[in-house]
Nanobody, 115 residues
Protein backbone atom coordinates (compact mmCIF):
# COMPACT_ATOMS: atom_id res chain seq x y z
CA UNK A 1 0.00 0.00 0.00
CA UNK A 2 1.32 3.41 -0.95
CA UNK A 3 0.10 6.43 0.95
CA UNK A 4 0.27 10.04 -0.21
CA UNK A 5 -0.25 12.69 2.42
CA UNK A 6 -1.09 16.26 1.50
CA UNK A 7 -2.70 19.41 2.80
CA UNK A 8 -0.01 20.71 5.11
CA UNK A 9 1.16 24.28 5.16
CA UNK A 10 1.22 27.42 7.21
CA UNK A 11 -1.96 28.16 9.12
CA UNK A 12 -2.81 30.80 11.66
CA UNK A 13 -3.83 29.64 15.10
CA UNK A 14 -7.58 29.27 15.32
CA UNK A 15 -8.05 28.68 11.61
CA UNK A 16 -8.76 25.30 10.04
CA UNK A 17 -6.73 22.91 7.95
CA UNK A 18 -7.54 19.53 6.45
CA UNK A 19 -4.94 16.88 5.79
CA UNK A 20 -5.57 14.14 3.25
CA UNK A 21 -4.04 10.71 2.90
CA UNK A 22 -4.70 8.93 -0.38
CA UNK A 23 -4.13 5.19 -0.55
CA UNK A 24 -3.06 3.33 -3.67
CA UNK A 25 -5.63 0.61 -3.08
CA UNK A 26 -8.97 0.08 -1.43
CA UNK A 27 -8.94 0.99 2.24
CA UNK A 28 -11.79 -1.40 2.94
CA UNK A 29 -9.20 -4.09 3.63
CA UNK A 30 -7.17 -1.86 5.95
CA UNK A 31 -8.07 -2.51 9.56
CA UNK A 32 -6.68 0.64 11.03
CA UNK A 33 -5.54 3.98 9.66
CA UNK A 34 -4.03 6.74 11.65
CA UNK A 35 -2.36 10.11 11.69
CA UNK A 36 0.88 10.59 13.59
CA UNK A 37 3.00 13.66 14.07
CA UNK A 38 6.56 14.45 14.93
CA UNK A 39 7.62 17.82 16.21
CA UNK A 40 11.26 18.93 16.12
CA UNK A 41 13.24 17.18 18.83
CA UNK A 42 10.31 15.01 19.86
CA UNK A 43 9.24 11.45 19.25
CA UNK A 44 6.56 10.58 16.75
CA UNK A 45 3.18 10.35 18.43
CA UNK A 46 -0.22 9.05 17.49
CA UNK A 47 -2.73 11.83 16.96
CA UNK A 48 -5.82 10.00 15.79
CA UNK A 49 -6.85 6.67 14.38
CA UNK A 50 -9.89 5.15 12.75
CA UNK A 51 -10.79 1.53 12.27
CA UNK A 52 -12.48 -0.09 9.30
CA UNK A 53 -15.63 -0.13 11.39
CA UNK A 54 -15.46 3.60 11.96
CA UNK A 55 -14.32 3.62 15.57
CA UNK A 56 -12.05 6.54 16.37
CA UNK A 57 -9.45 7.39 18.96
CA UNK A 58 -7.80 10.74 19.67
CA UNK A 59 -4.87 11.91 21.68
CA UNK A 60 -5.98 14.06 24.61
CA UNK A 61 -4.09 17.02 23.18
CA UNK A 62 -6.30 17.16 20.07
CA UNK A 63 -9.58 15.78 21.37
CA UNK A 64 -12.43 18.10 20.52
CA UNK A 65 -10.38 19.98 17.92
CA UNK A 66 -9.34 17.37 15.35
CA UNK A 67 -11.56 14.91 13.50
CA UNK A 68 -10.41 11.86 11.59
CA UNK A 69 -12.59 10.40 8.86
CA UNK A 70 -12.32 7.95 6.02
CA UNK A 71 -13.89 7.84 2.56
CA UNK A 72 -13.86 4.35 1.11
CA UNK A 73 -15.06 5.58 -2.26
CA UNK A 74 -11.98 7.77 -2.56
CA UNK A 75 -9.61 5.46 -0.71
CA UNK A 76 -8.68 8.32 1.55
CA UNK A 77 -8.42 9.29 5.17
CA UNK A 78 -8.66 12.85 6.38
CA UNK A 79 -7.65 14.82 9.43
CA UNK A 80 -9.70 17.94 9.97
CA UNK A 81 -7.74 20.28 12.18
CA UNK A 82 -9.90 22.93 13.79
CA UNK A 83 -8.59 25.60 16.14
CA UNK A 84 -4.97 24.56 15.72
CA UNK A 85 -2.44 25.93 18.18
CA UNK A 86 1.32 26.48 17.76
CA UNK A 87 1.96 23.25 19.69
CA UNK A 88 0.36 21.37 16.79
CA UNK A 89 3.28 22.34 14.57
CA UNK A 90 4.85 19.12 13.30
CA UNK A 91 5.33 16.85 10.35
CA UNK A 92 2.18 14.77 10.05
CA UNK A 93 2.28 11.20 8.76
CA UNK A 94 -0.47 8.80 7.83
CA UNK A 95 -0.17 5.12 8.54
CA UNK A 96 -2.11 2.09 7.34
CA UNK A 97 -2.11 -1.06 9.44
CA UNK A 98 -3.18 -4.23 7.68
CA UNK A 99 -2.07 -6.26 10.68
CA UNK A 100 0.15 -5.69 13.74
CA UNK A 101 3.19 -6.63 11.67
CA UNK A 102 2.18 -5.10 8.36
CA UNK A 103 2.24 -1.33 8.48
CA UNK A 104 2.71 1.25 5.77
CA UNK A 105 3.65 4.89 6.14
CA UNK A 106 3.12 7.84 3.88
CA UNK A 107 5.60 10.63 3.49
CA UNK A 108 5.09 13.45 5.91
CA UNK A 109 3.36 16.73 5.36
CA UNK A 110 4.52 19.74 7.36
CA UNK A 111 2.01 21.75 9.34
CA UNK A 112 3.15 25.03 10.82
CA UNK A 113 0.78 26.90 13.11
CA UNK A 114 1.57 30.55 13.67
CA UNK A 115 0.41 32.45 16.74
Amino acid sequence: VQLQASGGGLVQAGRSLRLSCAASESINSINDMGWYRQAPGKQRELVARITSGGSTWYADSVKGRFTISRDSAKNAVYLQMNSPIPEDTAVYYCKASLSPWKNYWGQGTLVTVSS
